[in-house]
């Protein structure tokens, strides 16, 4: 049956004869819905369309570079003797999966409001997949991330004792298990994410036709709405607790451990020496947190929310909360010796290489 679009509130889509209530939390289909011209080149899209579309390309380049360097660096052997350089080899693909999958997203969500031709059955199948599996690799890079924190702090803990090859064994399982524990959590995504087919009729247009509105929505009853804002503090939370607890263990550890062999300095100046050397440690999480904070207040947001209204800051929101994926590089490499000399070693080979 064909109905008559009616005007869309903040809290509903639809139209007179289907209303959909929206669920909590925004999207970036919600966040440039009404922005995208259908069956309009990208030329003649609006200005918020083209300047996303430059943004995800910029991000995506970004990260491909990030992900490249950071890669080069950890398939070094010598770095991967402990748990530490294979959890940061991975996140150095995951950083990449995690870009190269919100540039889809982009696309997909662009091209299949642009596109009201596409096959339903393909519009469905990337509104039920593409979002969880952004979200599961961009859960899985922030758990990596804090393993290596943990990691740190245990080593300092047992210092002389810490097993290199138990440390490898765990990290290998941690990375072929995490991403099912991940996916298991947000199950949820893929069951209440579906399809809402809106039919105008059209007929005061020139062509007199019937048009297509599709948007990707989910609906979730209460206790899950529940469940979901809980796996979402749960994933951005416990990582970056992970990482400043972990920081702090090794900076007052070590001042322990120093303030006991080296007693002419008191554990304070020590605590001191050890903030100004390790500093990076509690800043590099705390600069994480507030890049992916906008994620979690996105997702947090009622449904009732007027994007138009402040579409701007919402978009680049959205936008900042994927950039901790492309800072691997400047967050892990830059501020480590060992892993700056490493770097550098490994681009002198691949020089050579090419040269040969």
């Known amino acids: 049956m064909i109905c008559l679009v009616q005007s869309q509130s903040s809290c509903f889509i639809g139209s007179k004869c289907n209303i959909h209530e ?6 970036l289909d ?19 369309v083209k300047i996303s579309a430059a943004l995800t390309m910029i991000l995506f380049v970004a990260g491909l570079i990030n992900s490249i360097l950071s890669f080069l660096t950890f398939k070094n052997e010598d770095l991967r003797t402990v748990g530490c350089g294979i959890y940061l080899l991975a996140s150095s693909i995951t950083s990449l ?20 031709s596409i096959n339903l059955s393909v519009v469905e199948g990337g509104c039920k997949s593409i979002e969880p599996l952004l979200k599961l690799f961009v859960y899985f890079d922030s758990w990596l991330n804090a393993c290596v924190a ?39 995504e893929t069951l209440y994410r579906e399809l809402f087919v809106n039919m105008i009729d059209n007929d005061k247009t020139k062509k007199g036709k019937t048009e297509r509105f599709v948007w990707c929505v989910t609906r979730y009853s209460p206790s899950i709405e529940n469940y979901n804002t809980t796996i979402l503090f749960f994933h951005l939370v416990v990582p970056f607790a992970a990482n400043l607890f972990s920081a702090l263990f ?20 020590h605590v001191r020496e050890q903030l100004r050397e390790h500093k990076q440690l509690v800043i590099s999480p705390i600069i994480l947190l507030i890049l992916a904070s906008p994620r979690l207040i996105i997702a947090l947001l009622s449904g009732c929310v007027n994007v138009s209204r402040n579409l701007w800051l919402y ?3 959205y936008f900042i909360s994927f950039t ?23 681009l002198r080979s691949w020089q050579r290489r090419i040269h040969l």
């Open 22 to 27: 929206k669920s909590i939390g925004l999207t």
């Open 30 to 48: 919600d966040i440039l819905r009404n922005e995208i011209r259908p069956t309009t080149s990208l030329n003649n899209q609006s200005l918020t």
């Open 97 to 116: 999966l995690t870009i190269s999958i919100f540039t889809v997203k982009f696309w997909f969500v662009v091209l299949t409001q642009i596109n009201v």
């Open 150 to 188: 943990i990691e740190r702090a245990i080593n300092v803990f047992k210092g002389i004792h810490f097993n290199k090859e138990w440390s490898k064994r765990i990290a290998r399982w941690i990375i072929i298990i995490l991403p099912f524990f991940i996916m298991g959590s947000l199950i949820h």
């Open 250 to 269: 090794i900076i007052f550890g070590t001042a322990r451990q120093r303030s006991v062999t080296r007693n002419k300095q008191t554990y304070r100046e």
């Open 315 to 317: 978009l680049f929101a």
């Open 324 to 346: 901790p994926s492309i800072f691997i590089f400047v967050v892990f490499i830059l501020p480590s010796e060992l892993y700056k000399k490493t770097f550098k070693e490994s």
